[in-house]
């Protein structure tokens, strides 16, 4: 597959594994507390931020939407948008590793973006999450007024490149507005409801589909001059048998239609790589709701609309879905999941994340009416959590900062060792078990058989277990026992308890990864137990 070299490439290529793990700092709950433990507004830089997000929600995200940076030389007031092009990529490429580790294997990313770097960017997402989970190249038109002071052509538009984490992504289809359901009509009172006159021709002369069709007064009827029908004759044989051929009120047009009932119609229109601005919204549309948000204050200079982000979440998630957006700029996805009734995550820089997305965010809680909200009836509620990144999980040394408590270090061992986010709900709570970690291997196809021979659609993959591994913690006196080298040191007595927990969870044969600060027992002992020791901090990975 090509790929892009740019200046300082390899480097870009390990930032992400550099990034140090960084504690996230609750500052305040909004709104009602339980529905504040799925939304999170967190005020830092991005890469640092998905970084500290990995352990908890890798994974876990249903949908990315990001505006980055165009690199347009436009300087923004908010963030540097005058990098050099190998500069761009090289930000570009970390952060889009780390969200594609977030995402779940049915989730997608959306990346807004323009000519300038729009063409780059679809290769570099190709590389990250591979050339065939390129879904589509959607053209949105950002402009509803042409920009006459434009010294060549005037661009109206914008690029929204859409990637998949994996086939498993499924889109969901648009529901049919009022002017497209007026399209289906029955003016022969056809039993089976309403229908829809589609075309029987095509512009295309093949043999095969150039015949004679009788109309309802027995005149014969051929396709236009260098066209053909598009059906064979069999099939236009059984639609004429089950009057889904249009002749007209008469009975005799030279051009019958074919009936398209819409009880027989998929629930919702097909999904086009063509936004205009009366289905999209545009940016002038974004400045007027952020304007009436703000009592008229300019802040920001590239905002996105909320009709925009209401067409992807209608697409690609489901209510109480979890969705991202790590360049956050005005808050407008964060203030749109939230509307919708999907779970949320908003990332955002500098003190631009408490002067504008918070409020922003308030008056989302409080109802207010601006953008989608009458659409999607919003009257307000919920809630959210604002969180600021704070001190590394480990120092350079790879020591674990003393603020860390037990259920953060839980979640960065179960991902170190699973490569999942972490679930308190896998183990159980107050004891040191994290949970029990199974893998497996699909089978959908006889090794030996060709792939020609693979039918398209096949059955479900037969799961085989490979292996079923136990994870336990000893830190922060999980046992209760909060004395130096006793609660958190794997002696024969905590052994024997750890024992007597495993045997009741529910795969007490499967063998026991046991962390702690220090083991007192022999390779012997350990062994006969089933028992692999890992010392923390040196065993647990600091980037």
């Known amino acids: 597959m090509p790929t892009l070299d740019w200046l300082n490439r390899s480097t870009a290529f390990t930032t992400a594994a550099q990034v140090p793990y960084r504690l996230l700092d609750t500052v305040s709950t909004h709104g009602d507390a339980a529905s504040a433990q799925g939304n999170l507004l967190i005020q830092g830089d991005n890469l640092e931020a998905l970084k500290a997000l990995l352990p908890f929600y890798r994974g876990k995200v249903k949908c990315i939407f990001i505006d980055p940076p165009y690199n347009t030389q436009s300087a923004f007031e908010h963030y540097d948008d005058n990098l050099e092009h190998s500069q761009w990529l090289s930000m570009m490429l970390p952060r889009l590793q780390l969200l594609r580790e977030l995402l779940s294997e049915d989730g997608s990313i959306w990346v807004?973006?323009?000519?300038?770097?729009?063409?780059?960017?679809?290769?570099?997402?190709?590389?990250?999450?591979?050339?065939?989970?390129?879904?589509?190249?959607?053209?949105w038109q950002s402009k509803d007024?042409?920009?006459?002071?434009?010294?060549?052509?005037?661009?109206?538009?914008?690029?929204?490149?859409?990637?998949?984490?994996?086939?498993?992504?499924?889109?969901?289809?648009?529901?049919?507005?009022?002017?497209?359901?007026?399209?289906?009509?029955n003016p022969d009172d056809d039993p089976r409801g309403a229908w829809l006159a589609a075309p029987l021709t095509r512009a295309e002369f093949r043999e095969r589909d150039y015949y004679a069709l009788k109309n309802r007064v027995g005149k014969e009827v051929f396709p236009p001059k260098g066209s053909s029908w598009?059906?064979?004759?069999?099939?236009?044989?059984?639609?004429?048998?089950?009057?889904?051929?249009?002749?007209?009120?008469?009975?005799?047009?030279?051009?019958?239609?074919?009936?398209?009932?819409?009880?027989?119609?998929?629930?919702?229109?097909?999904?086009?790589?063509?936004?205009?601005?009366?289905?999209?919204?545009?940016?002038?549309?974004?400045?007027?709701?952020?304007?009436?948000?703000?009592?008229?204050?300019?802040?920001?200079?590239?905002?996105?609309?909320?009709?925009?982000?209401q067409r992807i979440f209608e697409i690609a998630t489901n209510p109480n879905d979890l969705v991202l957006d790590s360049f956050l700029g005005s808050g407008?996805?964060?203030?749109?999941?939230?509307?919708?009734?999907?779970?949320w995550i908003g990332i955002e820089m500098g003190e631009h994340a408490a002067t504008h997305c918070l409020p922003r965010l308030e008056k989302v809680l409080a109802g207010e009416q601006g953008g989608i909200s009458q659409a999607v009836g919003w009257q307000g509620g919920g809630g959210f959590r604002f969180a600021r990144l704070g001190a590394p999980v480990f120092d350079a040394q790879g020591c674990i900062h003393p603020e860390v408590r037990f259920a953060t270090l839980a979640a960065f061992v179960w991902q170190q060792e699973t490569g999942?986010?972490?679930?308190?709900?896998n183990g159980q709570a107050g004891t040191p078990w994290l949970g029990t970690h199974s893998v497996f291997d699909s089978f959908s196809r006889l090794p030996d058989a060709p792939e020609a021979a693979i039918p398209p659609e096949t059955e479900p993959p037969e799961l085989v277990l490979r292996s079923r591994t136990a994870y336990y913690l000893l830190f922060n006196g999980i046992l209760g026992d909060k004395r130096p080298a006793s609660g958190n040191v794997l002696t024969r007595a905590?052994?024997?308890?750890?024992?007597?927990?495993?045997?009741?969870?529910?795969?007490?044969?499967?063998?026991?990864?046991?962390?702690?600060e220090a083991n007192r027992l022999g390779p012997e002992t350990l062994a006969r137990a089933r028992v692999t020791f890992k010392h923390i901090p040196y065993d647990v990975k600091a980037r």
């Open 494 to 516: 905590v052994l024997d308890a750890l024992l007597q927990l495993h045997a009741a969870t529910p795969h007490p044969d499967a063998p026991l990864v046991v962390y702690g």
């Open 112 to 139: 807004t973006i323009d000519d300038n770097e729009g063409h780059y960017l679809k290769v570099l997402m190709d590389e990250v999450f591979g050339r065939r989970n390129f879904v589509a190249n959607v053209v």
């Open 420 to 425: 999942t986010a972490f679930d308190s709900a």
């Open 332 to 343: 407008t996805t964060a203030a749109v999941a939230h509307k919708m009734g999907r779970r």
């Open 145 to 185: 007024t042409p920009g006459n002071n434009a010294a060549g052509m005037a661009e109206t538009h914008n690029h929204l490149l859409v990637a998949r984490k994996s086939g498993a992504f499924k889109f969901s289809l648009l529901p049919r507005n009022e002017e497209q359901l007026a399209n289906y009509t």
């Open 230 to 309: 598009r059906r064979p004759p069999d099939k236009m044989k059984w639609l004429q048998a089950d009057d889904r051929i249009w002749w007209g009120k008469q009975g005799d047009a030279e051009f019958p239609m074919e009936k398209k009932f819409l009880s027989e119609a998929k629930e919702g229109v097909v999904n086009k790589t063509w936004w205009p601005y009366e289905f999209a919204g545009s940016t002038r549309n974004a400045s007027a709701e952020l304007k009436a948000l703000f009592e008229g204050q300019k802040v920001f200079d590239t905002p996105k609309p909320e009709k925009l982000l």
